[in-house]
């Protein structure tokens, strides 16, 4: 934040995947995952992903958490305030320089960088989602990511059924705490076990 190079190459870079990253559908799971949710199924999800398409599909915000922040919205870094990106998308492809707030702040995308810390309010919302939690389901992750993969461990721990579903290993593999391990893409698995838990 303290090198106008640096932001620069940050929005010249964001700018270039813009393109893909606002043209994005959410796809079978993700609208499996509200159907739950519309069923009264889903305390909270908590995702790594930072592509904004489970608000997207209709998650509802309230409980949506979004370990690593989102695309889908740019955060003032002096006040805070979050506002959609195209506008200002627009604005650095006109001028080449980097939005500003209407504070004075510097806008980054609603993302956590390298280096940077996780919200430490974000994090105790998944936490406290994880304590609460009967049941946990890890979808489409390695489980390789740190605090992430601890918050479903943290639920298996005490006792509540986890079930992972991944293509690939992942680090929790093996483990006793983990109830049912579905080795499969999610998109083969996940929607057509919520229509059939959903009858």
């Known amino acids: 934040m303290t090198s106008e190079e640096a932001r620069i190459e940050h929005w010249d870079y964001k700018l270039e995947g813009w393109p893909v990253i606002s043209n994005a559908q959410p796809n079978a799971v993700h609208r499996a995952v509200v159907e739950l949710e519309n069923a009264g199924k889903v305390l909270s999800v908590v995702t790594q992903n930072i592509d904004g398409l489970h608000a997207a599909a209709g998650t509802s915000r309230s409980r949506l958490i979004e370990l690593h922040g989102t695309n889908s919205l740019v955060e003032c870094q002096s006040c805070g305030a979050l506002s959609e990106p195209g506008p200002h998308f627009d604005y650095f492809r006109m001028h080449r320089r980097c939005p500003l707030c209407s504070c004075g702040g510097f806008l980054k995308t609603a993302t956590i960088s390298f280096g940077q810390n996780l919200d430490p309010k974000v994090l105790d919302q998944a936490c406290e989602a994880a304590n609460k939690a ?34 690939g290993a992942t680090e929790h593999d093996g483990q006793p705490f983990v109830s049912l391990r579905i080795e499969d893409a999610v998109e083969n698995v996940f929607p057509a076990a919520v229509s059939k838990a959903l009858g």
């Open 134 to 167: 009967d049941l946990v389901v890890a979808l489409g992750s390695t489980l390789s990511v740190y605090p992430a993969a601890s918050i479903p461990q943290m639920a298996a721990q005490r006792g509540v059924p986890y079930v992972i579903v991944n293509r």
